[in-house]
């Protein structure tokens, strides 16, 4: 009988350290999933800083070769070609939200 009551007490605390090895590891996986939609948010936000930033260098270089050169015509054509594609985009973005 001691043996048998001993097996069981045995068993009992290993299904409770099983159960608490389950819990701990469910917590750290909700963790990581937390953890990893926060730097997919990043991501995206960093994403879309680094293309905004972009048009707007192209802006200023473009501002900069078409001052020198002292061609406005153009420099309006290619301004409007750029704001025309930004309302694109934009209009793109407000329809996936």
């Known amino acids: ?8 007490t045995s068993i009992e605390l290993k299904t409770r350290q099983l159960a608490d090895e389950v819990a701990r590891l469910r917590r750290q ?9 926060a730097l997919e948010e990043a991501l995206k936000d960093k994403e879309i ?6 048009e707007e260098n192209k802006l200023v270089k473009l501002g ?3 001052s020198e050169k002292g061609e406005t015509a ?4 290619k301004i409007n070609q750029m704001i025309r594609a930004i309302d694109k985009s934009l209009e793109t973005l407000q ?3």
């Not at 909700?30 to 953890?35: G, M, N, Q």
Request: proline share 0%; aromatic share 6%.
């Open 29 to 37: 996986v909700s963790e990581a999933d937390d953890r990893c939609h």
């Open 49 to 54: 800083l680094i293309n905004n930033l972009k």
């Open 95 to 97: 329809k996936t939200e």
């Open 74 to 77: 153009e420099l309006k054509l």
């Open 1 to 8: 009988m001691f043996d048998f009551e001993t097996s069981v």
């Open 64 to 66: 900069n070769r078409l």
